[in-house]
């Protein structure tokens, strides 16, 4: 049975009690009905009886007229008021009941004595006898007959009492008992169809929701293999069915998900080994490139040191070769700076962040560039903001990051030029504030081609260059978690800018 169909049972049981009284009133309702049609019934033979009881008595009347002399005409009304007792005794006797007969045979065989008593007085009265005509009407009519008659009255009104209003008084009381126990028997049988109904129907819906609850928990943890069952046939069983489909794509989606997983598993080992492969040639190709700009920057240094060693083993005498000796030393020196710088950048820095402010570590700085500022005729500039804020940083991170900008900045204006040092604060684009160090140059600009190259190890455009001085300092300044940036155009100059992050006061 559906679910619609189950609550449309409810509601039925609901309204079955009103319709079993409903029936209970329209029966009642019948039985009296009947109860005063027969009432009424009764009621009509008491009239009847009535105009008999007057047609009867009017028929003695005549009689006590016709002594009288007065009346001539009376012994033939009498005949007419006999027809008329005839008349309403008939009708009478067809209205009664079969136990009432008895009284209308009572009535008949008064009637019939008071028409031979009649007859009898006609006799003697129209014989001359009138005295004797009258005695008897006064014995037989008058102190028999009618007293008779009155008795049979009496009793008629009073089984028409007792019939009639007593019998319908009676019908009434059975009828009105008969509709109690009806309807206590229709509110108890009721109150247990409906108790039963309902629980049968609450079982019913109850039951398997229950069972459904219990299914999709089971199913909702994860426990797609739980069995879903489908105990009805209903909405709610069309639901369990729906529930055991999705159970079972989601079964189905799990293998299917279990596989893809195995697959990406077997994938992810695969580019990790052939990640590794990758990185180890990686690692082959810096080390060949590192060993190759080593031994790049190490050859042409040696080349001139055997040169100039040659020389001054061919010609110790020679003037030159004091000029040769001070070369060899400079090539040295340039050999021993490569190295620091090597050293430098292939060994892991310690990191010791602390509050410095950028003012006074360019200050500290500017002593140590005074003789190649001189040497070069660059003209300095500094602008550093009265209020910049701290910064926390490795101090010898970033003094080193710094000396390696302002040392390319005067490399590359040999001629003479202006280096201009600025610091300032800025707004962070979507972070905290921010403290620059910007250092400018006047020299011949960098390229755009090889803008992009610039901070990587080994590379460089000068000879006399180690090509780590940029890579040193790009990644000092990101180990303190700043940026450096580089802009530069040919015949202008360039401009490298610090950004590091402001300190902030806890």
Known sequence: MTFQR???????????????????????????????????????????YAELETAMFDQSEVIWRYLSGLDPGARKEFQLTGEVVDYWQQKWRAELRPEEMQLADGVAGVQRQIVAVADSIFVLYDAGQRETAYRLAQREL???????LTALNREIYRRARESSVRGAYTRLEEILRAEGRTLLAIIVLSMAAGLLASWAISRSLARPVSELTRAMAFVGSGELDHPIP??????????????GSMTENLRQSRADMVRLNGELERKIVQLERTQAQL??????????????????????????????AQLVRGHPESPSSREHLDAIIEEVDRLDRRISHLLSFSRPAPYRPMPESLPRLVEGLLPAFAEPLREHRVELEVAMAPDLPEVRVDPM????????VVSNALDAMPAGGRLRIAGAAEDGAAGPPEVSLTVSDTGPGIPERVLASVCEPFFT???????????IAKRYIEQNGG????????????????????RVEA
């Not at 489908?230 to 529930?243: K, M, N, Q």
């Not at 940026?483 to 402001?502: F, K, Q």
């Open 461 to 471: 455009t000068r000879q006399e260059g180690t090509g780590l001085g940029l890579a």
């Open 483 to 502: 940026r450096l940036e580089i802009e530069s155009r040919v015949g202008e100059g360039t401009t490298v800018r610090i950004r590091l992050p402001a």
């Open 230 to 243: 489908v105990t009805s046939r209903d909405e709610i069983g069309d639901l369990a069915s729906a529930l």
């Open 6 to 48: 189950k609550l449309l049972l409810g509601f039925s049981l609901m309204v079955l009690p009103a319709l079993l009284v409903g029936a209970e009133a329209i029966r009642s309702n019948v039985l009296e009905r009947r109860a005063l049609q027969a009432l009424g019934e009764s009621m009509s033979r008491t009239r009847t």
């Open 279 to 308: 990185v180890q040639s990686e690692k082959l190709a810096s080390i060949g490139e590192m060993a190759a700009a080593v031994a790049h920057g190490l050859r042409n240094p040696l080349g001139s040191l055997r040169a100039a």
């Open 142 to 148: 008058k102190a028999r007959l009618l007293p008779a």
């Open 397 to 404: 991170q970033l003094e080193q990051a710094v000396v390696e």
